[in-house]
């Protein structure tokens, strides 16, 4: 059993940033690909992204790409969305999410753990 707990969001204007946090509990959170994931009102939760056990690898939406960094330390059982260059579209309840797999997925429905989310409101 995994517990899964963000922290970190609030209201910044465009063009600033943000760092959000997800702490895990358990003694095998290293065991576990980890995700961040994004819901708008109205919208549909859609991936952010991922990054696989060790921290070597991740995967971003396009959306995102070069704007946000997925990062872990596993000593800390805790994953890092920094968020930079935000737009007001990025607006969303964010959630971080866990499975126990190698290769973390894209879909939604394949992890197994969330967390219970943290607002991110991008002012323009």
């Known amino acids: 059993q995994v517990q899964l707990v963000e922290s970190g969001g609030g209201l910044v204007q465009a063009g600033g940033s943000l760092r959000l946090s997800c702490a895990a509990s358990?003694?095998?959170?290293?065991?576990?690909?980890m995700g961040w994931f994004r819901q708008a009102p109205g919208k549909e939760r859609e991936f952010v992204t991922a990054?696989?056990?060790?921290?070597?690898?991740?995967y971003y939406a396009d959306s995102v790409k070069g704007r946000f960094t997925m990062s872990r330390d596993n000593a800390k059982n805790t994953v890092y969305l920094q968020m930079n260059s935000l737009k007001p579209e990025d607006t969303a309840v964010y959630s971080c999410?866990?499975?126990?797999?190698?290769?973390?997925?894209?879909?939604?429905?394949?992890?197994?753990?969330w967390g219970q989310g943290t607002q991110v409101t991008v002012s323009s």
């Open positions: 999410a866990a499975v126990r797999t190698a290769t973390p997925p894209s879909v939604r429905d394949l992890y197994d753990y």
């Open positions: 358990g003694r095998t959170f290293s065991q576990y690909a």
């Open positions: 990054i696989n056990w060790s921290g070597g690898r991740t």
